[in-house]
């Protein structure tokens, strides 16, 4: 190999190894061209919040049901049905007090 050939390709050597540095460097300036960006995510559609029930809709529970039955137990629930059973049935209906 000629001397003007090795001369050249020490040349070509010393360019690349500071296009290596010069990159090295900007590279560590700037991080960020490191780390491809972050996906983006579409905005998500409005919902609207969820209206309060009205006045309507809201069910205050019924206050509980007592009997007297015929065989002297006393027996209370959330309504009549079944009161007393098995028990000879309904001698007296209690008013709720309020």
Do not use: E
């Not at 290596?20 to 609207?48: D, E, G, S």
Request: proline share 15%; hydrophobic share 40%; with cysteine.
């Amino acid at each position: 190999m000629s001397s003007r050939v090795k001369v050249l390709i020490g040349a070509l050597v010393a360019i690349i190894v500071v296009l290596v540095v010069v990159v090295a460097i900007l590279l560590a300036r700037h991080p960020k061209c490191l780390t491809p960006p972050a996906p983006v995510n579409p905005l998500p559609a409005f919902i609207a919040p969820p209206s309060p029930p009205s006045p309507s809709t809201r069910v205050n529970p019924a206050p509980p049901v007592g009997a007297i039955c015929n065989d002297g137990t006393s027996w209370s629930g959330k309504n009549r049905r079944g009161a007393c059973s098995h028990h000879g049935g309904v001698k007296q209906w209690q008013t709720p007090s309020h």
